[in-house]
């Protein structure tokens, strides 16, 4: 059974930092690339960073480069998104997923942690 649980979230001000956890479950973390996504209010969901499967390999959207490190912890089946600097449009429903090319299509996500930043 797929499970992806989020945790870290919270409001914190423009500025601020925080470091968002994701627990996946073996099935998934252990054979796959990983993904951070977003969702803000009336937008589509988007894709933050990625890792790959050995986390040698990181990739990141433009608009947080510099600011986000995605990691992960293949022994706790575990990936981590630090994030610093954060700013107003920042303010998302962040989730975790596996990664790969048709991510758009997943049907499974988990519920997601609310990040509000404030100006």
């Known amino acids: 059974q797929v499970q992806l649980v989020e945790s870290g979230g919270g409001l914190v001000q423009a500025g601020g930092s925080l470091r968002l956890s994701c627990a996946a479950s073996?099935?998934?973390?252990?054979?796959?690339?990983m993904g951070w996504y977003r969702q803000a209010p009336g937008k589509q969901r988007e894709l933050v960073a990625r890792i790959t499967r050995g986390g040698g390999s990181t990739n990141y959207a433009d608009s947080v480069k510099g600011r986000f490190t995605i990691s992960r912890d293949n022994a706790k089946n575990t990936v981590y998104l630090q994030m610093n600097s954060l700013k107003p449009e920042d303010t998302a429903v962040y989730y975790c997923n596996r990664y790969g090319s048709s991510w758009r299509a997943y049907s499974y996500w988990g519920q997601g942690t609310q990040v509000t930043v404030s100006s």
């Open positions: 073996g099935s998934i973390f252990s054979i796959n690339a």
